[in-house]
């Protein structure tokens, strides 16, 4: 697909857009690219939603040089977009940071936010930003920076790589090595998720929380997504076996998990509708 440009004060946000039907935002994780995706859009497209996939501020095909990259930043990117595709409202599927910025767009617009789906989601603090940047931000410093990056990116995927894997970590890599796309992963990283935790028992869309039971980024994925859920009223889906992108990973099984999801969101929808 052809890649188009979001213009913002800023900057500029790259994305696709495919498919009619009921607007799905997909928003990939930080360090990452919007062909995150790539198993889960058509699968959506298919069954009658319109899809736009973006990259985050900072990556991909987005412009590099943004003054701040915060969960905010993250969900007001998304809004504009909805906004900039004609008003919505969409379900926001958002994995790892991007979640957070899901959940700050739920409580910010609610008018353009009818669903949520947090996967993987770091949407909490799980220790001080001064510890982040002490302890982890070196290890992604240029030159070293991309190559540590792939290292830990490949223990996101515990049990099965897709078969394009070899082919899409090496894209990853690269664009990971052009000018200033580790530094904005990097400042990304070290922000605080406070704005999100504070906000999770604001939403009031829909929303379900799905995690793999091998992700990597948590002690206990199950209990970190009950926690996040019980806070929002939301539900919670564990992909067995699946890490960081049950999407990716496994996409024959939360393929169907997030198409049941998107039937309830529209039938939520056309439910306040009729009231």
């Known amino acids: 697909m052809e890649t188009q440009f979001l213009e913002l004060k800023d900057g500029k946000i790259a994305y696709d857009d495919s498919g ?6 997909l928003s990939p994780s930080l360090g990452d690219l919007r062909a995150e995706y790539r198993f889960l859009a058509p699968l959506l497209v298919q069954a009658g939603y319109r899809v736009a996939s973006m990259d985050l501020r900072g ?3 987005s412009s590099v040089h943004w003054p701040d990259f915060t969960v905010a930043d ?3 990117d998304m809004l504009a977009l909805i906004r900039h595709l004609g008003g919505g409202p969409a ?3 958002g994995t790892s940071k991007s979640a957070g910025g899901a959940v700050w767009a739920a409580v910010e617009a609610p008018e353009l936010v009818n669903g949520l789906l947090l996967i993987g989601p770091a949407v909490r603090d799980g220790m001080p930003v001064w510890q982040t940047k002490l302890l982890y931000a070196p290890l992604f410093l240029n030159p070293w920076g991309p190559s540590v990056w792939m290292k830990y ?8 790589k897709p078969a394009d894997f070899a082919v899409y970590l090496d894209t990853l890599g690269k664009s990971l090595r052009q000018p200033g796309r580790m530094a904005a992963a990097r400042k990304m990283m070290t922000t605080s998720n406070r704005a999100s935790e504070e ?5 009031t869309a829909p929303t379900l929380v799905m995690v793999g039971s091998r992700d990597p980024d948590f002690k206990d994925p199950a209990a970190e ?7 929002m009223s939301g539900k919670v889906q564990i992909v067995e076996g699946s890490g960081h992108y049950p999407h990716a990973e496994m996409p024959e099984v939360a393929g169907d998990l997030i198409l049941s999801f998107l039937k309830t969101v529209e039938i939520k929808r056309a439910e306040s509708h009729a009231s």
């Open 153 to 160: 990116y490949q223990t996101l995927y515990p049990s099965k």
């Open 199 to 203: 906000r999770l028992s604001k939403v």
């Open 20 to 25: 009619s039907g009921p607007l799905v935002i």
């Open 91 to 93: 379900t926001i599927v």
């Open 225 to 231: 997504a009950q926690r996040i859920a019980s806070s």
């Open 74 to 76: 993250i969900g007001a």
């Open 59 to 61: 990556h991909g095909e």
